[in-house]
């Protein structure tokens, strides 16, 4: 337990005599770390669900509607391109340090985009926005790896699965409610005090032994990932949307990402220090977590995306409360996630969650896909329970396992690749399965309303509700049929997606996790578990 105390404590003197009121405090300082770490999780997860529901208010403030997708995507392309560049620094000179600094450049961004005075500038700080926010999801998983042992991790697999709840479904609530009595501005001011007691907590409680890693950072290897995760989030971004999948400019940002991904490999078998290290690639279970992770990304951003638009358009449901519409899932999401942790850190197995996992994920979006204009909320909340049933049998043990096969060196590295490859999954999600929505919306409004119906969707086969209200009544039932027939297509695509990761989990091998104090070359024995 000494060493426990200067990990946490920050005792200069492990081996002197401890305290004899120190038992007590241990587990309260455990308890404020954790806390922190769920702190900083909330902030990057609950960002874009806040400044998402303000959107309409910001542009109506700062106008240019036509730059308004870039609001979202400068920050979703910094995060994904900064997510593997934090794993590997938190590897090589000390994960505090690294996490703290994402937080506080986190925070800088957050301060300037509420005080973004033109829809430019607001793009711009919200990139700054998102080069903090690719440290922290990494930052609380690896050190959460750094201090608990993996057979003991999974009793804090239902804390990360609440906090992911908490934020979809407070998200938009909150966000509405913080745009409508304060100003828009507050939605991004709201980040400033709950970063500061992240950060004053893992200051004080939080003492990791510093590393000192004389290697260069690979900056080449850093920007050609760069370079290649840019093209690809681009082109499911504009694919479809701003540019069709075929134009010039998407082949251009194919072939750019393409070359930089495969020079990006070269490159990490010629580097002394690689941004990504191509050997934790060698074990198959952290190859089968990558893979599963990023269909997880791919299904359940596009389930979020999808399930609020057909419950507004064709169940009428309100879009105020279009984050408590999903409360089925995240419900079962919850419950299910808090329940296989418990199961795998008991009895140390866990290669059954993913392939049970795998058939309700998939049973779950079939299910979906035959919602039709006449599927009641209480029918569809069962099809959305399966669904969730399914994500929580997968969200953490992905990340579980995929720590539990690398050694303790690359525990960041490690952790920022299944974050990453979950956020590649969900853009190709949301842009997939929202190009099929698309496509198929607008067939069938053609088909049963004719011209009229078309131009209703000539621009978006998405429309709000106040656009909806003012369509003629044959209109609108052609686009609640067509929203129906939309969301078939895409539940039907995400349910055969899903497939993969059942056939994936067959081929798992079940390594048995690691019971005792996590261990690197660098740090200290940690032992925190058993003082929770």
């Keep these: ?45 609950l960002d874009n669900m806040i400044v998402g529901t303000a959107m309409p208010t910001i542009v109506g403030e700062l106008g240019g509607l036509e730059h308004l997708s870039w609001v979202v995507t400068g920050y979703t392309l910094a995060t994904a391109a900064a997510t593997p560049i934090w794993g590997k620094l938190g590897d090589m000179y000390g994960r505090k340090g690294a996490f703290m600094t994402s937080i506080v450049i986190f925070l800088i961004g957050s301060a300037l985009s509420g005080m973004a005075q033109n829809m430019g500038e607001l793009i711009g700080f919200r990139a700054v926005q998102g080069l903090g926010a690719g440290g922290l999801m990494v930052g609380v998983m690896a050190i959460i790896g750094d201090l608990i042992p993996p057979r003991e991790r999974g009793k804090y697999q239902g804390m990360m699965a609440g906090v992911m709840a908490l934020a979809m479904i407070g998200g938009p609530l909150v966000g509405g409610t913080i745009t409508d009595n304060w100003g828009w501005r507050w939605a991004f001011y709201i980040n400033l005090p709950l970063g500061v007691i992240a950060l004053a ?39 479809g949307s701003e540019y069709a999948w075929t134009s010039a400019r998407i082949m251009e940002l194919i072939a750019i990402g393409v070359a930089a991904l495969v020079g990006f490999v070269f490159w990490q078998t010629k580097a002394a220090e690689p941004v990504l290290p191509l050997h934790i690639f060698r074990s198959r279970n952290f190859t089968l977590m990558s893979v599963i992770g990023f269909i997880v990304g791919f299904v359940m951003f596009g389930a979020t995306l999808f399930l609020p638009l057909y419950q507004q358009s064709v169940q009428g449901a309100s879009a105020t409360n279009s984050g408590l519409l999903l409360l089925p899932m995240l419900g079962a999401m919850l419950v299910t996630s808090m329940v296989a942790g418990r199961v795998t850190t008991n009895t140390g197995r866990y290669k059954i969650f993913p392939m049970v996992g795998g058939v309700l994920l998939a049973v779950g979006l079939y299910l979906l896909s035959t919602m039709d204009s006449d599927t009641t909320r209480f029918t ?36 920022s690749s299944t974050t990453l490859f979950r956020t590649l999954g969900s853009s190709f999600g949301v842009a997939i399965m929202g190009a099929i929505f698309n496509d198929r919306v607008k067939h069938v409004m053609s088909e049963r309303g004719g011209a009229l119906a078309a131009k209703a969707t000539e621009k978006s086969a998405s429309l709000d509700a106040a656009s909806l209200a003012k369509l003629p009544a044959p209109v609108r039932d052609a686009y609640q049929h067509a929203v129906s027939a939309g969301t078939h297509s895409a539940f039907l695509l995400g349910a055969v997606i899903a497939v993969v990761v059942l056939v994936a989990a067959v081929f798992v091998k079940e390594v048995p996790l690691k019971s005792g104090p996590a261990t690197s070359e660098e740090a200290a024995p940690i032992q925190l578990a058993e003082a929770v």
């Design 1 to 45: 337990m000494a060493d426990t105390q200067a990990a946490v404590t920050g005792q200069e003197n492990p081996g002197a005599p401890e305290p004899a009121e120190q038992p007590e405090k241990q587990p309260r300082s455990v308890r404020v770390v954790l806390l922190a770490l769920m702190i900083a999780m909330m902030l990057a997860m």
């Design 201 to 239: 907590a893992i200051s004080a409680v939080l003492h990791l032994p510093k590393k000192r890693n004389k290697a260069r950072i690979d900056y080449l290897g850093a920007g050609l990932l760069t370079l290649g995760i840019t093209s690809i989030v681009l082109v499911t971004t504009w694919g």
């Design 380 to 415: 569809s909340g069962l099809y959305m329970a399966v669904v969730g049933l399914g994500m929580g049998c997968l969200m953490q043990i992905t990340m579980l396992v995929a720590q539990n096969s690398v050694q303790m060196k690359d525990m960041g590295v490690a952790s």
